[in-house]
Every structure is written in C-alpha cells, then in structure tokens.
C-alpha cells in the first residue's frame, strides 16, 4: 500500500461517491468525516517506516506511487502538512449543511482539494500547474450549478488560472537543468519575469487581482469564499516548492523584495477598497486579497521564520474565511442578496450570522486574542523597520477595520426598528459557535499552532535553513 493511494486516491474516490449524494446533511457528514480520519492517520501513521499492527502482522506506506508515467510522492516530511490540509477540507465540508449548500457541493469541494494536493506531489514538479488548471475547470460546477449563468468572475477566474499556467509550463521549459545555477543575466531575467507573472495571475496578485470580489459578489459566499481560498493557499506551497528547487531564484534578494513589496501593496490595497463597498460579497473579495499579501510578505522575509509564519496563517485562514462566508450564506439567503442595502436590519433578527460576517475582517484586521494574531503581529513588528511597510500595514488593518463597522452599521440599522431575536437554525448556530471557539482558541493558544508550522519546514529542507 502506498501514501499517494491513502491520501490522494481514496478520498478522489469518495469524492466520486459523494456525488450521488441527494442530501447535503448525509453528504457532509461522510465527507467531514473521511477528511478528518485521513488527518488522524496522516498525524499517527509514519510513511516509509513499518507499522506494526499485532504480533508480527504490520505494514508499511510506500512514499510513492506511478500513474500514467508519472510519479505522486508523499513523504514523511508533509504528514504535518497533510494533517492541516484535511483538517481545514473537514471544516468547509462540515459546514456546508450549515450554509445550505447544493449536494453536490461536498463532493465536487472535496474533489477540487485532493487534486490541489496531487499538484504538491506530483513529480516532475512543474506538471503541478496542469493539476492546478485541472482543478480550476473541476471548480466550475460548483461555482456555477447546472442552470445558473457564468458571470464575469468566473470568466475572469478560469482566464487567469489558465494564463498562469502557461506562464509557469513555460518558464519551467526554460529552466530545465538549472537548479542550482543559472547561466547568464538575461535568462535569469527573463525566467524570473515569467516565473512571477505566472504566479502572480494564479493568486490574483495586484494588478491581476479583479476577479477576486467579482467571484465573491456574483457567487454563493461559500463556494466561492472555499474555492479562493484553496487555490491560494495551495498555489502559495507550490511557489514555495520553486524558491526550494531553485537555488539561484532562493539566494537571490530581488525575489524577496519584490515579494515584500508586492505584498504589502496587496495589504494595503484589500483593505483600502474594502472600506469603501457597498456588497458584502466584494468585501470577502479583498479579504482573501489581504490574506494572499500576508502570505507574500511572510515568504518575502527570506529567512525560516517567515516561512513558518506563511504556514502558520493557514489555520486562521481556514477557519476566520469559513466563518466568514457561512454569516453572509446565512444573511444573503435571507434578504436575497448581499448589498448593504438589501441587508439592512437584518442583524437583529440574526445576531449569531452577523457576528459571523463581523468578527472575521476584524480578526484579519488584528484584534488581539483573535486567529492568527500572533503571526500577523511578527509582520508587523517586521515592518517597524520600513515607514512604506508601516503605511501599508497601517492602511490595510484600518481599511478592514473600517469596512467591518460600516456592514455591522448596515445590518443592525434599518429604517423600520425591529426587535433583537436570535432566528438561527440550530445548525447554523451551533456551527457558528464551534467556529467562534476555535477563533478564540487559535488565538489563546498559538504556541501549538507554531510549532505544527515549524514541522511543515521538514518539507521544504532549504528554506528551513
């Protein structure tokens, strides 16, 4: 038995089942539950190693497996990483009864995220951009069911993921044998240009950035809100796995500069637009802009710690843009939409999904004690070394500050005063309550979460250095 076949191929096959699901209760049960033993077993069964079951009876998961000439590697080194990947997939799937999602949604949502983990081992390294694209086309039904009419975000978003992958398949043929060096400044230009464009439209990095809130303005928050924040996340480890393979590109210091500058523009730019809409869904949008400049800016710091800190916002991001996009489910299902003025007033009748929609930006924003606080403010105290650094990080936390007053004004004010009464759905509710726990407990408790980030660098064994 192999790694690739337990944590790749089984749960593209459960994915396959799942889709003949015809109840998103039973659908998202099974599907939470599979994601969560594969992290149970990714965090106790060792890969490569005999484990011992009873007397002399064992096993042992072989680190690779071949498919269609091709090789799907998982190491010893990623079960850390494996672990959080599955957990964060249990958490969307567990919610997506909560956020009154298609059937569908659960198998295809888990589909999307197995493949996304194929591009992190499949080899050779550069046929993880096909996986990507592969994954993006695989997005579609569920960012677009059967009947309903593809908008401009999603145009915009397959465009760009496929340009990015040309981008990238075309600069790994221009780089092939050189790893370790690369012979003349012109070819290094030109890869490094190439190389970063590419990447650069697969996150939506500014100016490549407008379907971002298109997506989450014209798309169910949830599907969409999951699909943004899978890609990214994934497309970040995959940009990680080129700064590790390619040492001329690690040791060079324009790549972190341009990283940090990019970065931070990004900061500031998500959290500025997002304090000035009037749709809820486009302020999710500029959410995961913020989050993709944080990640940047972390990996700019060119050193381990700003690696650990890219993976230790993972788990914050998870769940903060889960929580976040089960309020607005909630709130647009019942006003129809999510224009501030379709929701006005609508948090006194729901108070538990407004402070779904609420408490997010303002933990991505900084409030203390809150998911991911301590990561964020290592990048702060990294950019008291930079007055523009200060600026964007200043600008940005505002602007997300900002933007989270003007929905919580928009939903408790309206022009008729309607009395304060929790109107929830018990799932709805307890699945908010569940999130808001482990909010607060990622944020009383980081010291864990750091540490499980320190172990991820075992993946990555140059940049740990």
Do not use: C
């Amino acid at each position: 038995m192999s790694a690739p076949l337990l944590w790749l191929v089984f749960p593209l096959g459960v994915a396959g089942l799942l889709l003949l699901a015809s109840n998103t209760r039973s659908a998202s049960r099974w599907g939470a539950g599979v994601a969560l033993l594969l992290a149970l077993l990714a965090w106790q069964v060792p890969i490569g190693q005999p484990v011992p079951l009873v007397g002399d009876w064992g096993f042992r998961l072989a680190p690779q497996m071949r498919v269609l000439g091709r090789q799907l590697v998982l190491t010893d080194a990623m079960r850390p990483l494996l672990v959080w990947f599955f957990l964060g997939v249990a958490v969307w799937l567990g919610g997506a009864w909560a956020a009154r999602m298609e059937p569908s949604f659960v198998g295809l949502a888990l589909g999307v995220s197995t493949v996304l983990l194929m591009a992190l081992a499949v080899r050779p390294f550069l046929y993880a951009a096909l996986l990507v694209e592969t994954a993006a086309l695989l997005a579609v039904p569920l960012l677009s069911p059967p009947g309903s009419r593809a908008g401009n975000g999603l145009l915009r978003f397959l465009t760009f993921q496929t340009l990015g992958m040309l981008f990238i398949l075309l600069t790994g043929w221009m780089l092939v044998g050189t790893e370790t060096s690369l012979p003349g400044s012109a070819l290094a230009l030109r890869a490094g240009v190439l190389l970063g464009v590419g990447f650069a439209l697969l996150l939506g990095v500014f100016p490549f950035h407008s379907w971002m809130p298109m997506l989450t303005a014209e798309i169910h928050p949830y599907a969409s809100a999951f699909v943004l924040t899978a890609v990214t996340t994934v497309i970040g480890a995959f940009g990680l796995g080129f700064l590790e393979r390619y040492t001329w590109l690690r040791q060079s210091p324009l790549t972190y500069q341009w990283l940090v500058a990019l970065g931070v523009v990004m900061v500031a730019l998500g959290g500025l637009l997002a304090a000035f809409q009037r749709h809820a869904g486009r302020v999710l949008g500029y959410g995961v802009l913020v989050e993709v400049g944080l990640g940047l800016w972390a990996v700019g710091l060119g050193s381990a710690e700003g690696v650990t800190l890219f993976f230790a916002l993972w788990p914050a991001r998870v769940v903060l843009f889960a929580l976040w996009a089960l309020g607005l489910s909630g709130l647009g299902r019942r006003r129809g939409g999510l224009r501030y003025r379709e929701l006005a007033g609508v948090g006194r009748e729901y108070p538990w999904l407004t402070a779904a929609a609420v408490v997010p930006p303002l933990a991505l924003a900084g409030t203390p004690w809150a998911a991911g606080f301590s990561a964020r403010w290592a990048l702060w105290q990294a950019g008291l070394t930079s007055w523009p650094l200060l600026l964007g990080m200043l600008v940005g936390t505002i602007g997300l500050a900002a933007a989270a007053a003007r929905l919580l004004g928009a939903l408790v004010v309206g022009e008729q005063a309607v009395p304060w009464r929790a109107r929830e759905a018990a799932d709805e509710r307890l699945w908010v309550w569940v999130l808001m726990a482990v909010t607060l407990g990622l944020g009383l408790f980081p010291k864990s979460v750091w540490q499980h980030a320190q172990a991820i660098l075992a993946w990555l064994p140059h940049l740990s250095r």
